[in-house]
Each structure stands twice: as structure tokens, then as C-alpha cells.
């Protein structure tokens, strides 16, 4: 008999602990079914432990995912806090790669991203424990990242086209087609320097004119744009800003401001791929487009959207932000751009 087990024992407790035997003390029960607990009124149970039930239940990539972006950090979903959970990933010489994992509010979704790039060209093996749960899975890098085959100098003078309609509008992503019939002339973006320990990188943005042969060629009736120098330490990855660039569309500006590329030029040269780029347009002189006089013109039909325009750098309410990803530009043979 234990207190408790037996509520009208309880009742007895305060008055005659001395008296019940079931009130305090060890247990005095023999037999085959006694009762070994041998706990004392004053202890604590300080056994807190709970079964462990949290898994993994999605990832990205996926098994045997091909093309992974070295640079690109993966995704982990767990159906509970998991932060307790060990991850890793091993490339094919089974060399562990430097991770970052950073956990979301609810502690339930990782971003795994390499401290200092995947191995280009590589199976890489991710390794996930959690609880009783092992889970192992493999992804393959895509050749960008690998080293320069001529060094960082051999880049300057080259010149890439970038093709708005090629790229892909993660942002505003319910106006991605709107933009992309404004954003129809070609850049061309070309190195202009790189200092000679390469730990910094000069770019050159130009609009472009696209020939029937399917060539391009500077527009040398629009100024083009010297990005300030920028970090290129890490190359072949590159990541430039401009204050602002000016695109033309039938002959009306349409400034971005806060221009942002990045990059991974191709160990020969010949491309840079996994490309991303931002910045704020200014839609202010789209209207005569539309034949509206109203400089909100478009930033009323963006609110029907569900878009809100915000301020651009003079601080009127006429910009759209913009974000693509997945660009890849090639290299355009004998042009070099002036500037």
C-alpha cells in the first residue's frame, strides 16, 4: 500500500505517518511481486527522459539530384524540433565539407550551406541522424566552382549576354510576365579588370542589341555602367553592385536601382551560370506605354496584382523589386565593351 495508490489513505497522511505504513518510509512488501522501490518521501524523480519521435520528413535535393549549384545550401524539414540532429555531408573523396546550419523559429527547418562551396563536379553523400533515424542520400554537384583553368586575368575583355526572358522571376512572382515584356533588350556584361592578386573584380554592364545571326553588339547610344570594384576572392563565384543602372525599352529609361549580379564563371571562360540578380525598377515612366498620363499607372495595375510599389532611391513610391535566379550567360565572341 502507497500513498500514492490509495486516495483515502492521503487523508491520513498529515495526522499518522508514523502509524500508516503505506505514509512514509520503504516499502515493507515481500513476496515474489514486492515492491523494490526503495525511494524515500524526500526524494525527487529527476527521470525527465521522453521517447524521441522527431523525424525527417522532406529534404532538397533530393536522392540523386544532378547539378547541384555548389554554392546553393540545402533544405531539411523535420516534423518537430530537431536542432539535436547531426548532419553532415562527405563529398565522393569522402572528404567532410564545412557546414553552416542556420534553424528557422520553430526549429523544425535547416539551411545547411557550405562554409566554402561544394566540390564541383562531385557526388556528394548527406548524412542525417535524428533520434532512431538514419537517413543517407546522395547529390551531385554541376562543374561550376572548379578553379580557373587560365587564372582570373584571362577574364578581362570578355563579354557575357544576359536574356531577361531566359531568367526566371522569383520576385514579385505574380508579375514575373509583366516585367519580362518591358525587359526584352539584352545586357551584356563584361569584366573590365581584375587586380592582380584577383582578390577583387571590376564589371562593366552595356545594353546590348541582339543581330539576326543571333550574335550581339554593344548600344552605344546607352551609356554603359562601371560597377564599382568587388570581392572576387572566392572565384570563380563574383557578386557586383551598382547604384543604378539604366535599361531602355522603345526608347524609355527604366532605371534599377541598387543593381545586384552574382555569378560563377565556368572554369574555361566560356559562361558564368547559377546566376542571380536584384535591384528596385523604377516603373514611374511606363505609363506612356499604356497611354496613361499617371506615373502610377503601373504601380496601380501591380496593386491589383497583389504588388505594392516602394521607394526608389530618390524616395518616391514608383519602384518594384525585382529578383531572378537561374541565369546563365554565355560568352559573346569579338565584343568587348566600352565604357
Known amino acids: ?8 489513505t492521503l487523508l491520513f497522511c498529515g495526522a499518522f505517518a508514523l502509524a500508516l505504513p503505506g505514509c512514509g518510509g520503504k516499502s515493507t512488501d515481500t513476496g515474489e511481486e514486492a515492491d523494490t522501490d526503495t525511494d524515500t518521501d524526500a526524494d525527487t524523480d ?17 536522392d540523386g539530384a544532378a547539378n547541384w ?8 524539414v523535420f516534423d518537430g524540433p530537431a536542432t539535436d540532429a547531426a548532419i553532415a555531408v562527405a563529398d565522393g573523396e569522402g572528404t567532410d565539407i564545412a557546414l553552416s546550419v542556420t534553424w528557422n523559429k520553430t526549429e523544425e527547418m535547416a539551411t545547411v550551406a557550405p562554409v566554402d562551396g561544394f566540390t ?5 553523400t548527406l548524412s542525417v541522424d535524428i533520434c532512431t533515424q538514419s537517413v543517407s542520400t546522395e547529390f551531385a554537384t554541376s562543374a561550376y566552382g572548379s578553379e580557373l583553368e587560365e587564372g582570373a586575368a584571362a577574364l578581362v575583355g570578355n563579354t557575357y549576354s544576359l536574356e531577361f526572358s531566359d531568367v526566371t522571376i522569383t520576385e514579385p512572382a ?18 573590365a579588370s581584375v587586380d592582380i592578386d584577383a582578390e577583387t573584380i571590376e564589371l562593366v554592364a552595356a545594353q546590348g542589341i541582339k543581330l539576326n545571326s543571333g550574335s550581339y553588339e554593344q548600344d552605344t547610344d546607352v551609356e554603359a555602367w562601371l560597377f564599382p570594384a568587388s570581392d572576387f576572392s572566392n572565384n570563380p563565384f563574383f557578386e557586383s553592385d551598382a547604384d543604378q543602372i ?72 514608383y519602384c518594384i523589386y525585382l529578383q531572378a535566379e537561374d541565369i546563365l550567360s554565355e560568352i559573346v565572341d569579338g565584343v568587348t565593351l566600352e565604357y
Open 120 to 124: 564541383p563536379s562531385s557526388t556528394h
Open 246 to 317: 539604366e535599361l531602355t525599352y522603345t526608347d524609355i529609361a527604366i532605371p534599377v536601382d541598387g543593381f545586384h549580379l552574382e555569378g560563377t564563371f565556368a572554369a574555361d571562360g566560356s559562361s558564368f551560370g547559377e546566376g542571380k540578380l536584384s535591384g528596385l525598377v523604377d516603373t514611374r515612366y511606363l505609363h506612356d506605354l499604356f497611354g496613361s498620363d499617371k506615373k502610377t499607372y503601373v504601380c496601380d495595375l501591380g496593386f491589383n496584382l497583389g504588388i505594392e510599389c516602394e521607394a526608389c532611391s530618390d524616395g518616391e513610391e
Open 174 to 191: 505574380t508579375a514575373g510576365a509583366l516585367l519580362k515584356t518591358f525587359l526584352t533588350e539584352p545586357l551584356l556584361i563584361g569584366v
Open 1 to 8: 500500500m502507497n500513498c500514492f495508490r490509495f486516495g483515502w
Open 46 to 62: 529527476t527521470d525527465t527522459d521522453t521517447d524521441c519521435e522527431t523525424a525527417l520528413t522532406s529534404l532538397e535535393p533530393t
Open 69 to 76: 549549384y555548389w554554392q546553393e545550401a540545402l533544405t531539411l
